[in-house]
Nanobody
Framework: QVQLVESGGGLVQAGGSLRLSCAAS????????MAWFRQAPGMEREFVAA????????YYADSVKGRFTISPDNAKNTMYLQMNNLKPEDTAVYYC??????????????????WGQGTQVTVSS
């Protein structure tokens, strides 16, 4: 019902920056929150950051606090993830997800209903 397309991934050196974008289409009005998750090879998908679409409140995984910033562009139905001071352990495929049924400050994959195809972020040491 909500289509999501991520972009902006790439290869950067440790300490560098990237900005990821997630463009939403379809039933965008039904979103309660949007979030970024990431999945490294052989690992489960893990929470990175989320934003409430109603009040723009945000929350982050401890591993990215102070380095990553999630932000919305409501006019463009897009959210961004500004990633600064990247580390090799940030290497993963990054996915955006949309939450339809509200779960307060959820970090659970199962609480997000729609997903994009992912964009690869690789951080070299």
């Amino acid at each position: 019902q909500v289509q999501l397309v991520e972009s902006g991934g790439g290869l950067v050196q440790a300490g560098g920056s990237l900005r990821l974008s997630c463009a939403a289409s379809g039933r965008t009005f039904s979103r309660r929150a949007m979030a970024w998750f990431r999945q490294a090879p052989g690992m489960e998908r893990e929470f990175v950051a989320a934003i409430s679409w109603s009040d723009d409140s945000t929350y982050y995984a401890d591993s990215v606090k102070g380095r990553f910033t999630i932000s919305p562009d409501n006019a463009k139905n897009t959210m961004y993830l500004q990633m600064n001071n990247l580390k090799p352990e940030d290497t993963a495929v990054y996915y955006c997800g949309a939450m339809i049924a509200w779960r307060w400050r959820s970090q659970r994959v199962s609480d997000f209903d729609s997903w994009g195809q992912g964009t690869q972020v690789t951080v070299s040491s």
